[in-house]
């Protein structure tokens, strides 16, 4: 019965390949992110979509690309991978844009990359 | 521009003590909200407490406080009787809206250890 999950928890791979980690929330919220965590622990917002549709896109690099098949799943897919990308990676939801009870985050996927 | 700050990077306390983690926030806004989360080594990220920037009593979860100052822009988080689970980085989050669309956005974290 987990409310926010995200596959894979932990990804190696090598420079230059193409990669992508699911999340699907289970809790009926219209609105979902991912976030990026650093190595100095410093968590950033990457994207935000409502109800399928974009509202968030932050100064990430091309190579990212969130996709959302319908408002329980957003998936970001990772084109040539690079040392910089390594980080942990968390998938978010919440009711409604304004978000005022929180957001509940998935348990993250730490994404390394050789 | 970074508009959460918490200016200490780490803390450190007996069990059973009371422990007090400061936040500061920037905002033109006068209705927002504020949380705490936790982020234990499992790295889950965990809501520990919230406030409603128009409510002036302060948010109480348990052993866990806030203290909300408004005027000032702090958004304190205070522990009492401090667990070994207690143990984790802590990171103040404020709600902001940026060009319409709203985002929670986090301080630099705190890492508090408790010690047995």
């Known amino acids: 019965d987990t409310a926010v999950s995200q596959t894979p928890k932990y990804l190696v791979t090598q420079m230059g390949n193409d990669k992508s980690i ?18 100095k622990k410093f968590l950033k917002i990457m994207f935000s979509y409502n ?36 980080a942990v990676y968390f998938c978010a939801s919440s009711l409604g844009q304004l978000g005022a009870y929180g957001y509940t ?3 993250g996927t730490r994404l390394t990359v050789v | 521009a970074q508009t959460v700050t918490q200016s200490q990077p780490e803390m450190s306390v007996q069990e059973a ?11 033109s806004e006068s209705n927002y909200y504020l ?41 304190s988080l205070k522990i009492s009787d401090s ?25 630099q974290g705190t890492r508090l250890t408790i010690n047995p």
Request: a positive charge.
């Open chain 1, 51 to 86: 109800n399928k549709e974009l509202i968030i896109n932050e100064t990430v690099p091309n190579r990212f690309s969130p996709k959302s098949p319908d408002k329980a799943h957003l998936n970001l897919h990772i084109n040539s991978l690079e040392l910089g990308d390594s």
């Open chain 2, 35 to 75: 949380f705490w989360y936790k982020q234990p080594p499992s790295r889950q990220m965990i809501l520990v407490i919230r406030q409603e920037a128009y409510k002036q009593q302060n948010a109480t979860e348990n052993r866990f406080s806030v203290n909300f100052q408004k005027a000032a822009k702090s958004f």
């Open chain 1, 22 to 39: 699911k999340c699907e929330q289970n809790l009926g919220h219209d609105t979902m992110y991912w976030y990026k965590q650093d190595s």
């Open chain 1, 105 to 107: 985050f998935g348990s």
């Open chain 2, 17 to 27: 003590e009371t422990v007090t983690l400061s936040c500061t926030y920037d905002t």
């Open chain 2, 83 to 107: 667990q070994l689970g207690d143990t984790a980085m802590y990171f103040c989050a404020f709600m902001n809206r940026i060009q319409g669309a709203q985002k929670l956005v986090f301080g």
